[in-house]
């Protein structure tokens, strides 16, 4: 029981980093329709100026956790936007009338870049940290496995879930929300009724980045090291999560983001941990199969 | 388009605002990552600043982009002068680097500390400041939307003869690659690319197959290869087979392969066949990696025996009572003699997927390939079962992918799970959407391009990668549908017109 609980603690934290980075493919796929390749490389990002940032701060001399951790997160949330917001300019507007694969071309090839990028400049070497947030709670001291449950796990979700009500608000609620909401339906048909798409299409680029760069923020407190391929696996990951909650909608994101991280932590936890990798792409390919829509995406009709 | 040759007014407020705006961004996308650098030291990271590069590149930013408004604007003078004395500035400063750091002035003129990203500059200044000429000289501007869409037509143009050509040009490349080992400044290192080159070009005719021709994108190709080195590797190091018997076995498990990973996925569509297929790419790797007892896992296959020339072992000292390959001939011993066999080895193998995609375009299967790539639902209609047909589309391809894979292993003779990651995936897939999908010729000049060029600067190291990235980005930009893309049917109606120019119209709506 006691290592069930901690192993559904340890699930839900990492699902809420996958959820995250999750929301930047599917929107993006929502608006545009293609897969945005170096989405991956933009939390890898994040999670890059989040250490120097946190690095930086100890150099000024901010020591108060919560305040430094505040800074951090604003400054990586802007700074990795902009990286975010040049992508889509330099890559893939020039692209938005080409065939699908030219796109998905250019995403590998920025992705390619990136990555490189960022090794040249921090080195190959991973980078780490040391522990920002410690302490936490422990239950069921008494069982023959106590859980334990901290305050940086407890930080994650709260974070997550506030982030996630905040942009639940921003899609349904603001301008951006419903012009976004419109050009996800019909791109032509929004830019007749007055909405600037490609503004629209920018500043969702921005918001996933900014998410992911959270993710990036999470990823490096959660494991405390980071290098410059990180991006990719969890990229790929995300991206499974994306796809498991369904393409193009965002809750089904942080719903498939959840999974992703619960069946991780249980399967390295009950079967082993070598093949965990392994068990979220065979869960794509299931829901592939079974439900090629994903868990809660609207099933795409096709007209001929 | 020389209409456009006219002088508008010229916004300067505007630009200046507008390389403002660029240098800032420029700024925030550089202060992070290159202002700062996480340094390790004993005592944990630490941070070291360098503010002046980010200033640099700023600086150079609202340079390029005020240039560039100024040529928009047909006012080349200026930006003539400036790129020209920034350019040969540069290029004579750094090629005299060593007397330009002694006397301290290098580190004054100097953007950069790296000497690679200095040489870029300079390159981009020369190409402005040539822009800049070109355009006073003209007097039309090669940046306006005419002119791009002019550009445009003429590389489909240009596409189209080149398809045209191939059967002259193919023919020449042939020969060309078949005398190439006994041109004399061959040495070692340029056969050794060459036989990289080649074998690219192999992967991505064998890739073609299943992107190009059947139109379906696959990510995770390298599973394939990686299937066909370890068939070979493992039939040869346990059942002591030699390379001639394992080739075929190694591309009939890739085909299994394949056909095991189609079978549940095909019926998936676009970008979900692209994401299952990286997906199963990155499952063969775990699984090669973890399972130690079969594949040692990350330690690698070592020892994979090398190919033999009908039995002939390529060396020095064959064992007693045996001949090797220079013996049995009466030759000269020369290390070169087995690096040149696996280059004709490669070669062959290479064309052998090129006659199969151009004979198999002909036959039913081949034609209802193409046909499923233009129209699913039109093909059902007409009884073609999809399934099945994408079936041997991916079978055959693994199985071309097979024979790669085993070439690899018998060429290195170690192989290990680390040869086979995703990147390799997505250079062969570059290799044939550059090319222009489809376009056999197209892949061999996209595999020149992106793997010769790259090898041969191998000094550049570090920055390679880089390059490759951007080059995939720039390519795409300015040819959104590969350089040589140009399709003509595979068949015709009798009578039907051969016209160059029509494809190229209506492609471009």
């Known amino acids: 029981m006691g290592y069930f609980l901690q192993q559904l603690i340890n699930g839900l934290t990492l699902g809420m980093i996958y959820g995250l980075i999750a929301i930047g493919y599917t929107m993006v796929y929502g608006i545009i329709g293609m897969i945005n390749f170096a989405h991956g490389e933009i939390f890898m990002i994040g999670a890059f100026l989040s250490i120097i940032t946190f690095l930086a701060l100890g150099l000024v001399g901010v020591g108060w956790v919560p305040l430094a951790l505040l800074i951090v997160l604003v400054a990586t949330m802007l700074l990795t936007s902009v990286y975010g917001w040049a992508l889509e300019r330099v890559a893939y507007r020039p ?69 996630m009500a905040g942009f639940t608000l921003l899609i349904n609620r603001t301008a951006f929300g419903r012009a976004q909401r419109a050009c996800q339906q019909d791109l032509g048909m929004s830019a007749l009724v007055g909405i600037d798409v490609d503004r629209t299409i920018s500043l969702t680029f921005v918001t996933g980045a900014s998410l992911a760069a959270v993710a990036g923020l999470m990823f490096l407190l959660n494991y405390g090291v980071i290098d410059f391929y990180i991006g990719f696996l969890a990229g790929v990951k995300a991206f499974t999560a994306a796809v498991l909650g369904g393409i193009g909608s965002v809750p089904g994101a942080m719903l498939g983001g959840l999974l992703i991280g619960l069946i991780e932590a249980f399967w390295s936890a009950y079967f082993s941990v070598e093949y965990k990798d392994v068990a979220a792409f065979a869960i794509l390919v299931l829901v592939l199969i079974f439900r090629p829509t994903g868990l809660l995406g609207k099933p795409d009709v096709e007209k001929v | 388009m020389h209409t456009s040759g006219v002088r508008g007014p010229f916004d300067l407020p505007g630009a200046l605002k507008d390389a403002g705006l660029v240098a800032g961004i420029v700024v925030l ?26 200033a640099a590149a700023a600086v150079l930013a609202f340079a390029g982009r005020l240039g560039i408004a100024l040529l928009r604007a047909q006012r080349p003078l200026p930006v003539l002068v400036a790129a020209l004395a920034c350019a040969i500035g540069l290029t004579l400063v750094l090629s005299h680097s060593a007397l330009a750091e002694s006397s301290g002035l290098a580190q004054q003129i100097l953007p950069f500390a790296s000497p690679v990203v200095n040489w870029t500059i300079a390159l981009a200044a020369w190409v402005l400041g040539a822009r800049a000429a070109w355009l006073l000289w003209h007097a039309a501007s090669p940046l306006d939307a005419q002119a791009r869409e002019a550009r445009e037509a003429r590389m489909d143009r240009l596409g189209a003869r080149v398809q045209d050509w191939a059967r002259y040009v193919g023919p020449l490349l042939l020969g060309i690659a078949v005398v190439l080992p006994f041109l004399p400044w061959i040495d070692r290192r340029l056969l050794d690319i060459a036989i990289l080159v080649v074998t690219y070009i192999m992967l991505g005719w064998g890739l073609n197959i299943v992107v190009g021709l059947a139109g379906l994108l696959d990510l995770g190709y390298v599973a394939f290869y990686a299937v066909g080195a370890y ?42 066949l692209a994401i299952v297929t990286l997906g199963f790419g990155e499952i063969v790797r775990i699984i090669l990696l973890n399972w130690y007892t079969f594949t040692k896992g990350p330690d690698g296959l070592s020892g994979v025996p090398r190919p033999t020339f009908f039995g002939l072992p390529f060396s020095a000292n064959p064992p007693e009572g045996e001949a090797s390959f220079h013996s049995f001939f009466g ?31 002909k036959l039913p299967v081949g034609r209802a390939w193409e046909a499923l790539r233009e129209d699913e639902i039109a093909c059902r209609s007409l009884g ?29 003779g170690f ?84 016209s160059a120019a029509a494809p190229a119209q209506e492609t471009r709506a």
């Open chain 1, 95 to 163: 692209l938005r009338n080409s065939p699908r694969l030219a796109a998905l071309i250019t995403a590998i090839g920025m992705s390619i870049f990136l990555q490189n990028y960022v090794q040249l400049l921090q080195g190959a070497r991973n980078k780490p940290l040391q522990p920002v947030v410690t302490g936490g709670m422990r239950f069921l001291e008494g069982g023959e496995f106590a859980v334990s449950f901290s305050f940086l796990q407890m930080l994650i979700i709260l974070l997550t879930l506030g982030l």
């Open chain 2, 231 to 272: 068939s070979y590797a493992l039939l040869a190091l346990h059942f002591d087979l030699g390379f001639w018997i394992c080739l075929p076995f190694a591309g009939i498990m890739a085909a299994f392969a394949g056909i095991l990973l189609g079978f549940p996925v095909l019926r998936l569509r676009g970008d979900y």
């Open chain 2, 29 to 54: 996308l550089t202060l992070g990552l290159v202002g700062f650098r996480v340094q390790d030291i004993s005592s944990g990271p630490a941070l070291v600043t360098r503010f002046d590069d980010v």
């Open chain 2, 331 to 361: 030759l000269e011993y020369s290390p070169l003699d087995r690096i040149v066999f696996l280059y004709y080895l490669i070669l062959g193998l290479a064309l052998l997927t090129n006659l199969f995609t151009l004979r198999i375009r």
């Open chain 2, 384 to 412: 073609v079962h999809p399934r099945n047909t994408k079936l041997t589309a991916f079978a055959i391809g693994a199985m071309f992918g097979g024979f790669g894979g085993s070439f690899f292993a018998t060429r290195q």
């Open chain 2, 415 to 498: 192989i290990s799970p680390e040869s086979f990651t995703f990147i390799e995936s997505a250079i062969i897939l570059a290799i044939v959407v550059l090319g222009g999908m489809g376009s056999q010729i197209g892949i061999v000049f996209a595999a020149i391009l992106l793997i010769g060029l790259p090898e041969v600067f191998r000094e550049l190291n570090q920055y390679r990668m880089l390059a490759f990235g951007l080059a995939m980005v720039a390519i795409m930009v300015w040819r959104p549908r590969g350089l040589l893309a140009h399709r003509e049917p595979t068949v015709r109606l009798s009578g039907a017109p051969r």
